[in-house]
Structure formats: structure tokens, C-alpha cells
């Protein structure tokens, strides 16, 4: 098969990219948890 | 402990079991945080094999003209991308159509013409297997629907993980892309964010996927080689039967999330029924055909993990959890309503929870579908459940409220009132999908009434707001399991395209 280095270079570029959008998943999963202890403590404070 | 004590304790494990899917779908998006670090891409590289693409048309003319050329814009190598629609025997301006396109994409576009066609999509398929396996030119094949537009990039990107060896198949992220789009289609935009973009994810982190995306399956040649160069036509559910051949005889399945494709999907209930009423059946059947599979782990696969079963049949018997869940809190009412009042409230802050975690981390992870679907996002449960979770998590200022508004308006609630007005809700956690199928059933009638896709028509069905997307679904699940236990026709049943979809940002 053949690829340009370019091509190549593009790729594995868009890889990397790929990989790092999922880590920032780990932030958008505690900020939700986050959202969700929010509620715990309004309906904790609410109850009371 | 007494018998009626030992009942009640039965009947709250009941009304608690309506929980286990929405706790279980959550575990789901906690596993999300995961797939930063278990994931495909360390073994992922620059890879363009020569890709086959093989499309199954039946009367698709609206909507081939758009994917064809889209294909033909994909950043991949020209002579690396070879395209064979497999026209159905289309009666429509599909052949037509297709002489075009193959004279001004020469040697990239080969229409293949069934003669006798009505069988479905697996036999259109199969018919396209043939010809493309005859020689070796084909290193990698995607299979996809006629009304799915790729992103550029999407191809490459997919195509990246078959450089392991290990991997028999891809999938994409599919994302609702009708232009303009109804109501419907904007809970089906936010209903894929949860079931690809999170719960694919999951299945990656899981190394188990359920189903390869029927609008976005790329395999090696070597996967369908291993499956004999044949897609199953024995049942409904051809897409997810591939998957799991694929992931028992040892490959690996990998859900790309990057690469996205966009589907035009149906805009109005009736025609959703009838898709998901054929997926549901299809998953019903995949149920029983892999009865030896489920909670028998293996060294091949990952099929047979506890945690796999947990989240295939706690979407599978959803329905039955709720009808259960409500039958244990009616019963519980008249044995003892304190004790009722305290599980259907753990029931609905456990619920309350799972859907302010799921909702929330779904808008985070797709913005723009985020930005189109919010509200969908927010009553995809339906307004009353929403009402019945903010009620438990507050109930003071909420009862406060009731009260201050009966007051003023004078009416003034007996007990007899009251006990029916708990009883309502109680019954809620089932009924919602008899509301839901009514609501179908009223946008049919009155579709069939004034033309189906009148304004009224659609008005009818914006009733699912109220009484929620979910519930929608689970009704066609319900439908399905009886579908299946009398013993219904399979009938492949297209579900119209009108060719109104494209590319988002």
C-alpha cells in the first residue's frame, strides 16, 4: 500500500487528535457527577 | 419476620427493579470516564486498504444521488475506493440513476442489478458479497445504508483501526442528520448520543459491542471471509447476528466515535414503530439464538462477561421491569401506604438521579446535537416523570405550591381524591407506555385522517412530550416481545427516505 509521509504524517496526527478528545471525556463525566451532588444537596437542604 | 412483612419486602424489591435499568444505563456513562485510557487507538496507524463500499437500494433515488457523491468526496485514495450499489429491482429512477453515476464516477461506481428483489436487506447484501469476494481487489468492505452521508474523514479514521490484525470490523458514530427535521427527529438525534456516542463507548471499554451500526460496518476481508461471505437472512436482526459472529470466533469489534456519519431517520411515530418494532424483534431473537452465550464468560470474547448481560437484558426486559415496579407499588398502596409512598419515592430519586447524571453528561459530550435537542434531552422522559422526579427530590416546595394554587382556585382535594391521585402515579411507571402507544395510534388516525404528514398530524404526536420518548420506545419493545410470542411474520418493512439529510456542524 502505498501512502505519502505527508498522508501519513496527516493520519497519525488525526489519531492523536482522536485519542485526546477521548481523554477529555474524564473532565465532562465529572462535571456531570458534579451536576448530580448539586441535586443530592438541594433535595438534602430541601428535605430538612 | 411475618408473611405480610415478607410480601411488602418482595413487593419493594419490585418496585426497585424499575430502577436497575436506569442505575445499570448509568454505570454505562460512568465507564465513559474510561475510554480516554481502555480504547483502540494505541494500536490504531495510518492504514488506506482498498475499500469496497456496497450499498443495498430499493427505490432509494431520493436519497442516492447525495450519498454517492459525498462518497465520492471522501479524503481517501480514489483508486483505493471502489463503490457497488446493489439495486433491489427498484421500480423508482434508482437504475437510472445509477447509469449516471457509474458513467461520470467511471471505475469508482458499479451498479449491480437484482432482477427479482423484496427479499430484504441481508439477501440485496449477499447478492453484493458475491461479486465483490469473486476477486481478491477488496481488502476492507463498508456496508452501509443508501441515505447515510460520511464526513471526509469518517473512511480513514475507520479504516485506521483494521491496521491490527485483531480487528474484524468497525463502526462509526451515526448522528440523526433530517433537514429540517421534526420534533421526532430531534429525539432521535439526542436518543443516538446516548445510545452510540455513550453507550458504544462503554461496549469498547466493556470489549464487548452489540451491534455494528448498520448504516457503518466496515470489515476486513479476512472477518468476512471468517463468516463464510455471508450476511444471516434468517431473522430481522442481520446487523447485530454479524457483530457477534464476528466478536465469538475471537476478532475484535471497535467503535470509532471520530468518525461520524450522518442518517436521515423517520419524522413521524408511525414510521419509527415500524423500524424499531423490527429492531426490537430482531434483538428478541438475537436473545434466544445466543442462549449459550449470555453469562458464560470466555478467553475469545467478551460476550459472555456478567457486566455485558447486565446492560443487553436490562434494555431488553425494561418493559417488564416497569410493569412490575408498578404492579409492586399498587399491591404495596393497599397493603400499607406509607410503605408504598417510601419506595415509590426511592424509586423516582434513584431515577431522578441516573437522569440528571445521563442527561447532562450526554449534552457535554455532543454539543451540537446538544445545542439542536436540548429540550428533547430534557423531556425525553416526558413531562409528567419529570414533574414526578422534581416532586420527590423537593417535595416541600412543590406541595407548597399545590397547595398555595388549590387554594386559591378553591378546590379542595378529599381523601378519595387523593388516594386517586396517588394511585395515578403509582400506576404511571407502567402506563406511560399504554400513553405512549396511544399517542402512536393518534397520530396514525389522525395522519390517516388529514394526510400523514399534516401539520395536525405532527401536533398529535408532539404529545410525546408529555408523555416521554422513553416510554415510546420501551411500548415498541413491548410490542415486539408479543410480536414475537405469536409468532408474527418477519416482514422487512422500509422505513421512507426522502432524502433531506446532510452534513451538520
Not at chain 2, 469473486?134 to 456496508?143: G, N, Q, V
Not at chain 2, 451515526?174 to 420534533?183: A, C, F, V
Not at chain 2, 410470542?485 to 439529510?501: H, P
Amino acid at each position: 500500500m502505498s501512502m505519502s509521509d505527508d498522508e501519513f504524517a496527516m493520519i497519525t496526527r488525526e489519531i492523536e487528535a482522536s485519542r485526546a478528545n477521548e481523554r477529555r471525556l474524564v473532565g465532562k463525566v465529572l462535571l456531570a457527577l458534579a451536576v448530580v451532588a448539586v441535586v443530592i444537596i438541594v433535595r438534602w437542604r430541601w428535605a430538612a | 419476620m411475618g408473611a405480610a412483612s415478607m410480601v411488602e419486602w418482595v413487593l419493594v424489591v419490585f418496585v426497585l427493579l424499575g430502577a436497575v435499568p436506569f442505575v445499570v444505563g448509568a454505570s454505562q456513562y460512568l465507564a465513559v470516564a474510561l475510554h480516554g485510557h481502555r480504547n483502540h487507538y494505541d494500536k490504531a496507524a495510518p492504514f488506506l486498504p482498498r475499500t469496497a463500499i456496497l450499498v443495498p437500494a430499493w427505490n432509494e433515488a431520493l436519497v442516492l444521488e447525495t450519498s454517492i457523491d459525498q462518497l465520492m468526496r471522501l479524503e481517501y485514495p480514489r483508486d483505493r475506493l471502489r463503490i457497488y450499489v446493489v439495486d433491489d429491482a427498484s421500480t423508482d429512477n434508482t437504475p437510472a440513476l445509477l447509469a449516471a453515476k457509474s458513467a461520470q464516477y467511471p471505475g469508482s461506481v458499479f451498479h449491480l442489478r437484482r432482477e427479482i428483489g423484496g427479499q430484504g436487506k441481508s439477501h440485496t447484501l449477499n447478492h453484493g458479497l458475491d461479486v465483490i469476494l469473486a476477486d481478491d481487489w477488496m481488502e476492507a468492505l463498508l456496508i452501509m445504508d443508501a441515505d447515510v452521508v460520511y464526513e471526509p474523514d469518517s473512511l480513514r479514521k475507520m479504516t485506521s483501526h483494521l491496521a491490527d490484525p485483531a480487528v474484524g470490523a468497525v463502526t462509526a458514530y451515526i448522528k440523526e442528520g433530517s433537514r429540517p427535521g421534526t420534533y421526532l427527529n430531534r429525539f432521535i438525534g439526542f436518543e443516538y448520543v446516548t445510545a452510540q456516542a455513550i453507550a458504544r463507548r462503554a461496549q469498547n471499554v466493556l470489549g464487548a459491542m452489540a451491534c455494528l451500526a448498520g448504516g457503518a460496518q466496515l470489515h476486513s476481508r479476512a472477518n468476512l471471509e471468517a463468516l463464510g461471505g455471508r450476511i444471516d437472512t434468517s431473522s430481522l436482526a442481520e446487523d447485530t447476528i454479524t457483530t457477534f459472529d464476528t466478536e465469538l470466533s475471537g476478532r475484535i469489534v471497535v467503535f470509532e466515535p471520530n468518525a461520524v456519519v450522518w442518517a436521515e431517520e423517520p419524522g413521524q411515530i408511525e414510521g419509527l414503530w415500524k423500524q424499531r418494532v423490527r429492531w426490537a424483534r430482531g434483538n428478541v431473537q438475537v436473545t434466544r439464538r445466543y442462549k449459550h452465550v449470555w453469562c458464560r464468560p470466555s478467553k475469545t470474547h467478551s460476550l459472555g462477561s456478567i457486566s455485558f448481560a447486565l446492560l443487553w437484558f436490562t434494555t431488553l426486559l425494561l418493559p417488564l421491569f416497569m410493569v412490575l415496579s408498578s404492579a409492586g407499588l399498587v399491591i404495596l398502596y393497599f397493603m400499607d401506604s406509607d410503605v408504598a409512598r417510601s419506595a415509590f419515592r426511592g424509586l423516582w430519586i434513584s431515577n431522578a438521579l441516573c437522569w440528571v447524571f445521563t442527561t447532562t453528561l450526554a449534552l457535554l459530550v455532543d454539543p451540537s446535537t446538544a445545542r439542536r435537542s436540548w429540550r428533547e434531552a430534557l423531556m425525553f422522559p416526558g413531562l409528567i416523570s419529570v414533574a414526578i422526579m422534581i416532586y420527590t427530590c423537593i417535595p416541600r416546595p412543590i406541595g407548597w405550591t399545590v397547595d398555595e394554587l388549590t387554594d386559591a382556585a378553591g378546590v379542595h382535594l378529599t381523601t378519595g381524591q387523593h388516594s386517586g391521585i396517588a394511585l395515578f402515579f403509582y400506576c404511571w411507571v407502567s402506563m406511560c407506555m399504554v400513553a405512549a402507544y396511544l399517542v402512536y395510534r393518534l397520530e396514525r388516525a389522525v395522519g390517516a385522517r388529514s394526510g400523514v404528514h399534516t401539520r395536525r398530524a405532527r401536533w398529535s404526536g408532539q404529545l410525546i412530550y408529555i408523555v416521554g420518548f422513553g416510554p415510546l420506545l420501551c411500548a415498541i419493545t413491548f410490542t415486539a416481545y408479543i410480536k414475537e410470542l405469536r409468532g408474527a411474520a418477519q416482514v422487512w418493512e422500509k422505513t421512507e427516505k426522502t432524502g433531506q439529510v446532510g452534513l451538520r456542524t
